[in-house]
């Protein structure tokens, strides 16, 4: 079945960096695109970041470009998500998501927290 497990989350101060990955199984991963979203408290779950299968096509939030970038390794199964610069309000749970035959597979979320 298909599987997306999101890692790399965790407490930074402002300006800060770090690198979020997601590992995928279940499915040809080098043929799906795959996003990052993001939700933080109160708010709705908004898009981040795009990658196409074989990583030529990205796109990003307004909020977050030239701050973050995505990537893929599709050898490894996984999709990252640079994060640099961070600001208070890149706070979010962070989750990886692909489409597959119409279906929204999710991971479970990786949780960012960008406090001094």
């Known amino acids: 079945q298909v599987q997306l497990v999101e890692s790399g989350g965790g407490l930074v101060q402002p300006g800060g960096s770090l690198r979020l990955s997601c590992v995928a199984s279940g499915f040809t991963f080098r043929s799906y695109s795959m996003n990052w979203y993001r939700q933080a408290p109160g708010k709705e779950r908004e898009l981040v970041a795009f990658i196409s299968g074989g990583g030529a096509i990205t796109n990003y939030a307004d909020s977050v470009k030239g701050r973050f970038a995505i990537s893929r390794d599709n050898a490894k199964n996984t999709v990252y998500l640079q994060m640099n610069n961070l600001e208070p309000d890149d706070a979010a749970v962070y989750y990886c998501?692909?489409?597959?035959?119409?279906?929204?597979?999710w991971g479970k979320g990786t949780l960012v927290t960008v406090s001094s």
């Open positions: 998501k692909s489409r597959i035959r119409n279906v929204d597979y």
